[in-house]
Structure formats: C-alpha cells, structure tokens
C-alpha cells in the first residue's frame, strides 16, 4: 500500500509539470485525480478553520440547523474543479484545464496554509481584503517572515493529506454526479421518448444530406458509420481499480462488444442504497437552503475562500445599515471655522494649518469641541484635591517632559502583582500550585521599578518596602488604538487616529496641533536662553528609539507629528551616525538595539540642555517587548514553568523583556538624579497597546477584540508630586491635555505660552486628568473609541463609568460583539453577532433592557464619530 502510493506520489510530482502532463496519458489520469483531492482538502479546511473562527458567533441550535447549507459555495466551487479534471479527449483542452486546475489548487492551498498557520499565532483570520494594503519595507517583510515556518508546514501537511486521499475525493464527486446523472436521466426519457416521432421525422428528413456531406471523405465516411452501430447508454458504475490503473481509450472509443447492456447496468440493494442517500442529503441541503433566513451571519460563514479577497463593502455603508440617520442630536459635524488666536505668531507653522487666514478668515474648518454631541469638557472642574495644595503652593515646577510608550506592555504587568491573572497563570504552572523560592525571587524583583512609579505594593514582598515615586495612577486607562503607530499619534496629538488600515495617517490632515508643534510655535515667542527663569527657555523636542523606523512608514509619520529629523533617534540614525558609538551594543533581532543602548543619549541631551538653557520633550518608545521577545544575547530567567505546555514558552519571553525593560526605566530615573533634573522632569509611562497572549494566545493585537489588548498602563510622575491613584475611565488621547493642564496649573509658563495653553486646552477632545473625569451628563456618556489594529476594520468603545464594552465592526468579515466587564471581567463568554438586531435580542435575554438602550446609544454614537473621524482627517473612504 505504502509503496503504490509512493509510486503515485512519484507520477503527481513529474505531473505536476506542463510537459509530463502532455507526454502520457496515464500521468493525467492520475495527476488530475491528485490535484482535484488537493483542492478539495485546501477548500474544506479553510471552511472548517472559518466556521471555527466564529462559531459562537451563530447561536449553537442555528448553527447545527443551517449549519450544512455553509459548504453549498464551495460544493459548487469544487464541481468546477471536478468539471475541469476530466480526462479530456482533445490535449489541448486537457493542457488549458490543467493549468488552470493546478494554479488554482497551489493558490488556495498557499491561501488555507496561511489563514490557518496566521489563526493559531494570533488568534485571528487573515483579512484578505488588506493584501494590497501590506506595506512592502524591509521591516514589514521580516515580520511577515517570521510566519512562514507555520505557513510552510501547514502547506506541508495539505500536501501530504492530499497525497493519501487520492482518488477518493475525486472518486466521491464522480460517484454523486453519477447518481444525479441517472436520476435525471431517468426523469427524462419519458420526455424525451414522448418528442421521439418528431425527432425522427426530423432526422430522417436530414440524413441524405448529412450522409451525403459525410461521405466526401473517408473520415467522414467512418463517422457515419460509427453513428450508425452506437446508441445512447446510461452512465456506468464506477470502478474504483480500472479507474486508476487502466491505460485504455475513453468510453467511446471502446469496441461495440464492451458496451454495456442496460440489464448489466441495473443497480444492486447496495448501490441503491448509496443513491438514495446521495439523492436524499443533497435534496436536504438544497431545500434547507432555500428556507435559511437571509442573515448576514450565514452568508458571511458560506463565503468560500476563493471568494474572500473579493467580497467586501464599504465602511460608510456598513455603519449607515445601523440607522438612516446622519445627524446626531441635531449636529452634522463638529467641524466649524476655527477660533483666532491673538497669540499666534504669523507665517505657517505645522499643526496650525487651520488657522491660516487669508484676509482674516480661514479657509479651513477645524474641530470644535462645543459642536461635538460627545464631548464633555471637565475644565470648569477644580483639580482634583490632593494635588490642588501642592500646585497652589508652587512646589511643583516642569522644566522638561518625558513620554515612554512601552511596546506591548499590558496594565496587569506594570508592576506585576500577586494574585493578579498573570500570577495565577504562573501558579498554575507549577505542581501543587507552589512556585520555587528562587522563581519567587525574581518575580519579587521583576517589576521593581514599576511598583516605584505606579505607587502600588506587587504583594511579593513586606508591605512599605517601597518608596512611592510620586503622581498619578491611573488603573483604569485604555489607549486609543492597538496600532503602535497610531498609538503614539493618539498620545502626541490629543487625537482619536484615523480610522483606516494602517499607517496613513501622515498623508491627510492631522486635525489637531502635536505637543512637538505645540512647543515649537510656544519657543517663538519664549526663545530667552541667557534667563535665569526656565519659563523663558525654548523647547527641543526630540524623538527616540533604539529599533527600526521602516515599519509602516514611520520615518514619515515621526516627522509630521513634529518631531524634526535631527532631534530624532532610530536604528538607522544609530547605524549612519553612532556607527562606532561602543554604547551600542549588539542587535537583539532585526528590530534594532535593546532599549538601554540609549542610556548615554538620554544623558547627552539632558545635560547639553541645561548647559544650553533649553526644555527638553522627549518621546521614546520601546522595542524589546515586541513579539518575538528576544533578550540580548537570548538569555531567560525561568519566571514559569514550561512543563504545563501551552504557550507558557512565549510568556517567559515576554514576562523576561518586561523585566529587562524595567530595570532600563530604573536607570532612566537614576540618570535624570545624576543630571540634577529629576524634581523638575514629569515623566509619563504608558503603554502603546497590551497583549492577550496569556488569555487567548495572542502575540498581536491585530484584529483581537480582547480587553487585554486595550487595558495599559499610565502614570503622570514627578518626585514633588503627592502618590495618587486614579481610578476612573481614562483614555491615552487625554495625555496631551493633562500635560498641558499641569504646565499651566503649575506654573511652569511665561505669561504669553500660558495665555496659549489656555486657548488651547478646550479645543481637545479629551478630558484632563488632573480634575474629576464626569463620566455622563443630561445629553451623552462620556464615550471612549479606540482604533483597533490595523484601523479599518473595527472600533473599540466603552463609557467611561461602565463596565460594558463593545465592538463596531467596519467591515463584512466582523461581528459585534459586547463583554460585560463586571459579570466577565476576561472576556470569556462574549456575546457576538454578525447583525445587531441578534445581538440586541441576546443581552435583552441576559441583561435585560437598560442594557439594549446602552447598546442602541453606543451603536448610534459609533455611527457618527467614524463619519465624522474621516472628516476630521479630510478622508473619503
């Protein structure tokens, strides 16, 4: 057995070229078999991992019910394919249908491998509509390459599937066209025996001139003669050996003698029964089809996968079947001509596009946020109490800001705590749930630096043994979007970023200035570098990072947020300038340098600006806790224990670079000491997105709805600043504001650039998290978007005050889906729907009515801020 079937496999490889195919006939009567068993196996198992992927998003009764009607499209798919692997007479059809047959099974089958090897790394299917949109730079490429070993073995595996089902798909088509053949056959010959007088009537009026035109030429002559001694037959039973192994000719170029009879054609108790049944289950789904509900969850999960780069809508239109309506309470869009600022200096200035007036109007419109029914504004609010005494006593001065945006570091990370969900999952690892002493040790020390700054005990050791750093907490902050790029547009600019795939941001209008453009017009008028009063110094922003800028056309996203290129740092600077700098160590992977190469910069820069009497802002983000977790020189501590299987491989190696990084935030603080500026720096750490690897095995948070995913750290220090623990909703667009509130509260500006920080403040979406955050007033929530990765394909959303969140999609391929926080908090049991009306009737049942008007509020506001997202940025999807 084995050995015929390398045999086969042998005659499939030398098939599968053009020139073998045409050199023996035997080579195609086998090939043809193998390739469509190929693309029968590529077709179901992508179907399968499909309906897989979103079975809970069809209830469980409706799913067992409608659920064969699913594989209709790519019955009728296959037949093609079937149609087109017959053993044709003519070559040159047989070559065309080949080719045809080969390149379609080898490009489905690339497309499962890679749909199937993509789900089980991240949780997710391909989007394939976003094929196009995949950026081709080298950064790009390597991570796209770091998936080509699963999407080689899954090809494998097909392949060798393919290799051992051969001929029996091929064969299970035939024997079904063959039923079908005959029972309409059947159905027939009564027709056709009733038109039967008329029918000879016709052909012997035209047989003296066909056979006079015929037997011009002996070939014709031998055609007629042939006509004469065959008369039609019914299909035969199909025989599996002389199928696969006969050399002979075709049915009808057999001799007269080998045609059989009916009598020897009749059908066995067996082969009756089998027919039956065919006839039975296909009659079953036709009719079961024709009484499915037209529901989008259905035609979605009967999408065939030759059809998925092909099938898709328009984003506008998908939220418009939510409601007719545009207009929300009575506003179109906050847009409006744009206030003037007596402060502003005169000529172009970046982020100020809108206010440049020719004749002393605007051609432009700007956001306003006193047209927007979703903003509500806290700035009539005092600053909330325990800082409200030390700022109104001066004792809180901010010469130089510093932003950290932690690559992929989640909130239950930072600090890492006992009895957290992490901890759990590091106890379950071990037997008897009992961590070895010296493991205990090093997650007692992991976090250190963090447990500093947030203010919060981990639980590992006694309590007090840590000195609160000093400012804001706030535990309960989502970031604006799970796109790393997007992520830092959110926090630099006080913006939701644009809802759109990937980075593109910097080719539309970024609707509203960035702290480096804010900063630069504010030094035009502070320039005095010889005051002794830092108030009047000028401000250098600077951005940094000690990994590539290629990814996604970051190199031109940076700049347009107004960081400009000789103040910022990346691994190409780093190569191109600081080639012999011994501070650089050894790359940890294609990505760039670990972050704590940048040690001596930091200090560089800081003391070059206290020498030159500037302000610094610094933006830095990290690169060492991005997937694939390498540590310099590969090195792991054991944080869990890898005998319970899983992935726990993978949270080692993240939990390993989250503790190397917070030893690289340690030295930053001791640098900032060392410089003597550490009283007058306000420092904020947040993360760029979280991960749900340990809840749902995700290494990115592309299309992974998860609230771990969203949920990152965020903390607004200086040593002067009480410890405070926020714990209200907040999201990562409300950085920029509360750093500019704090400079003005604290007076940490001249007259002029307090007198601009006070124009500037209202104009931003974003509540400043120094005063109480007000979570609903009589006219909205305060509702909270984040731009899922890679941006066009859903949006995230929450109140602030609620635990309730949901998820809009934006395209097809997308349920809804709403988590309650407070029944759920890890999201296991989502509520999904690929319509809103079922989706609406499952939290009716669990969560009653209040619930469902959330809901219709939440669905109607997500309608009109992506309409009104796309505006903001001057883009028409």
Do not use: C
């Given at each position: 057995m084995i050995a015929g079937r390398t045999t086969e496999c042998i005659s499939f490889v030398c098939c599968a070229l053009p020139s073998r195919a045409i050199k023996s006939t035997l080579n195609w009567d086998i090939a043809r078999k193998f390739w469509f068993s190929f693309l029968f196996i590529a077709v179901v198992c992508a179907k399968i991992?499909?309906?897989?992927?979103?079975?809970?998003?069809?209830?469980?009764?409706?799913?067992?019910?409608?659920?064969?009607?699913?594989?209709?499209?790519?019955f009728f798919f296959l037949l093609a394919g079937y149609a087109l692997t017959q053993n044709f007479k003519w070559m040159a059809a047989r070559i065309l249908a080949g080719l045809v047959v080969i390149v379609t099974s080898l490009t489905l089958s690339v497309m499962a491998a890679a749909n199937i090897s993509f789900y089980f790394l991240t949780g997710a299917e391909i989007h394939w509509r976003q094929a196009g949109s995949v950026n081709r730079d080298p950064a790009s490429i390597n991570t796209l390459l770091t998936g080509l070993t699963g999407l080689v073995i899954v090809e494998a595996i097909v392949l060798v599937a393919s290799i051992f089902a051969s001929p029996y798909p091929y064969n299970g088509m035939e024997k079904m066209m063959n039923v079908w053949g005959q029972v309409l056959g059947a159905v027939s010959r009564p027709a056709i025996a009733a038109s039967k007088p008329a029918v000879d009537v016709m052909i012997d009026r035209s047989r003296p001139h066909v056979e006079r035109l015929l037997s011009r030429t002996a070939r014709g002559r031998e055609i007629f003669s042939n006509m004469k001694i065959y008369e039609p037959v019914p299909l035969t039973d199909y025989d599996e050996e002389d199928k696969i192994m006969s050399n002979s000719a075709p049915l009808l170029d057999q001799p007269e003698q080998a045609i059989q009879t009916p009598e020897t054609n009749r059908w066995n108790l067996k082969q009756l029964i089998l027919g039956a049944l065919i006839i039975a289950a296909s009659l079953f789904v036709l009719i079961l089809r024709c009484f499915r509900p037209e529901n989008e969850s259905y035609n979605f999960l009967s999408q065939t996968i030759m059809l998925s780069p092909f099938v898709g809508v328009n984003s506008e239109d998908k939220l418009q079947s939510i409601t007719g309506e545009r207009e929300l309470r009575g506003k179109l869009s906050a847009l409006t001509s744009p206030q003037k600022f007596d402060w502003l200096p005169e000529g172009d200035w970046p982020g100020f596009r809108d206010w440049a007036s020719s004749n002393g109007t605007s051609q432009y419109k700007h956001y306003n946020s006193t047209e927007d029914p979703l903003h509500i504004s806290n700035l009539d609010q005092d600053v909330i109490e325990p800082l409200r005494e030390v700022l109104k006593n001066d004792d809180v001065k901010i010469k130089h800001v510093l932003i950290f945006k932690m690559e992929s570091t989640r909130y239950d990370v930072f600090p890492l705590r006992k009895g957290s969900y992490v901890h759990d999952r590091i106890l379950s690892s071990y037997q008897d749930k009992k961590i070895p002493k010296d493991v205990k040790k090093r997650l007692a020390n992991l976090t250190h630096t963090a447990e500093r700054l947030t203010g919060t005990e981990s639980g590992f050791h006694k309590n007090g043994t840590v000195k609160p750093y000093g400012g804001i907490y706030a535990s309960n902050s989502y970031t604006a979007g799970t796109f790393t790029l997007k992520s830092i547009e959110g926090t630099t600019c006080g913006l939701s970023p644009l809802v759109m795939d990937f980075n593109h941001e910097y080719e539309h209008h970024i609707y509203q200035p960035c702290l480096p453009q804010i900063l630069d017009v504010l030094s035009a008028s502070t320039n005095d570098s010889s005051s002794s009063d830092f108030t009047n110094w000028p401000w250098r922003p600077h951005f940094m990072q000690s990994i590539t800028d290629s990814y996604d056309h970051q190199d031109r996203?940076?700049?347009?947020?107004?960081?400009?290129?000789?103040?910022?740092?990346?691994?190409?600077?780093?190569?191109?300038?600081?080639?012999?700098?011994?501070?650089?160590?050894?790359?940890?992977?294609?990505?760039?340098?670990?972050?704590?190469?940048?040690?001596?910069?930091?200090?560089?820069?800081?003391?070059?600006?206290?020498?030159?009497?500037?302000?610094?802002?610094?933006?830095?983000?990290?690169?060492?806790?991005?997937?694939?977790?390498?540590?310099?020189?590969?090195?792991?501590?054991?944080?869990?224990?890898?005998?319970?299987?899983?992935?726990?491989?993978?949270?080692?190696?993240?939990?390993?670079?989250?503790?190397?990084?917070?030893?690289?935030?340690?030295?930053?603080?001791?640098?900032?000491?060392?410089?003597?500026?550490?009283?007058?720096?306000?420092?904020?750490?947040?993360?760029?997105?979280?991960?749900?690897?340990?809840?749902?095995?995700?290494?990115?948070?592309?299309?992974?709805?998860?609230?771990?995913?969203?949920?990152?750290?965020?903390?607004?220090?200086?040593?002067?600043?009480?410890?405070?623990?926020?714990?209200?909703?907040?999201?990562?667009?409300?950085?920029?504001?509360?750093?500019?509130?704090?400079?003005?509260?604290?007076?940490?500006?001249?007259?002029?650039?307090?007198?601009?920080?006070?124009?500037?403040?209202?104009?931003?979406?974003?509540?400043?998290?120094?005063?109480?955050?007000?979570?609903?007033?009589?006219?909205?929530?305060?509702?909270?978007?984040?731009?899922?990765?890679?941006?066009?394909?859903?949006?995230?959303?929450?109140?602030?005050?609620?635990?309730?969140?949901?998820?809009?999609?934006?395209?097809?391929?997308?349920?809804?889906?709403?988590?309650?926080?407070?029944?759920?908090?890890?999201?296991?049991?989502?509520?999904?729907?690929?319509?809103?009306?079922?989706?609406?009737?499952?939290?009716?049942?669990?969560?009653?009515?209040?619930?469902?008007?959330?809901?219709?509020?939440?669905?109607?506001?997500?309608?009109?801020?992506?309409?009104?997202?796309?505006?903001?940025?001057?883009?028409?999807?």
């Open positions: 991992l499909h309906i897989y992927a979103h079975w809970d998003s069809v209830p469980l009764k409706k799913l067992i019910l409608w659920g064969p009607t699913f594989f209709l499209q790519d996203l940076i700049p347009a947020l107004g960081f400009k290129p000789n103040n910022t740092l990346t691994l190409e600077s780093i190569e191109k300038k600081h080639s012999n700098d011994s501070s650089f160590t050894e790359k940890f992977n294609f990505w760039g340098y670990p972050d704590h190469d940048l040690a001596n910069y930091f200090r560089g820069i800081i003391n070059q600006a206290e020498e030159k009497h500037e302000r610094l802002f610094i933006e830095h983000l990290t690169g060492l806790t991005h997937q694939p977790w390498d540590t310099p020189g590969k090195k792991y501590n054991e944080l869990i224990s890898s005998s319970w299987g899983g992935n726990n491989d993978d949270v080692n190696k993240y939990l390993n670079t989250i503790g190397i990084n917070d030893k690289w935030f340690g030295t930053v603080l001791d640098i900032l000491e060392e410089t003597g500026v550490a009283n007058e720096t306000l420092v904020i750490m947040t993360g760029d997105h979280g991960l749900s690897l340990l809840e749902n095995n995700g290494i990115t948070p592309y299309d992974n709805p998860h609230v771990a995913n969203f949920h990152v750290p965020l903390v607004i220090s200086n040593p002067r600043l009480p410890a405070i623990e926020v714990n209200s909703s907040v999201t990562s667009i409300q950085i920029l504001p509360t750093i500019l509130d704090l400079l003005k509260e604290s007076g940490s500006l001249d007259e002029q650039s307090e007198r601009a920080i006070k124009d500037l403040l209202p104009i931003y979406e974003g509540q400043s998290i120094i005063r109480p955050i007000i979570n609903k007033t009589d006219e909205t929530r305060n509702w909270q978007f984040s731009v899922m990765n890679t941006g066009g394909s859903m949006v995230a959303m929450r109140s602030a005050g609620e635990l309730y969140r949901l998820i809009v999609p934006l395209v097809p391929e997308v349920e809804w889906r709403f988590t309650n926080l407070e029944v759920d908090p890890h999201e296991e049991k989502p509520i999904k729907s690929f319509d809103l009306e079922t989706l609406r009737s499952a939290i009716a049942m669990k969560y009653g009515s209040e619930t469902v008007e959330w809901l219709n509020e939440a669905s109607r506001a997500a309608q009109w801020w992506v309409a009104d997202n796309w505006r903001r940025y001057e883009y028409k999807p």
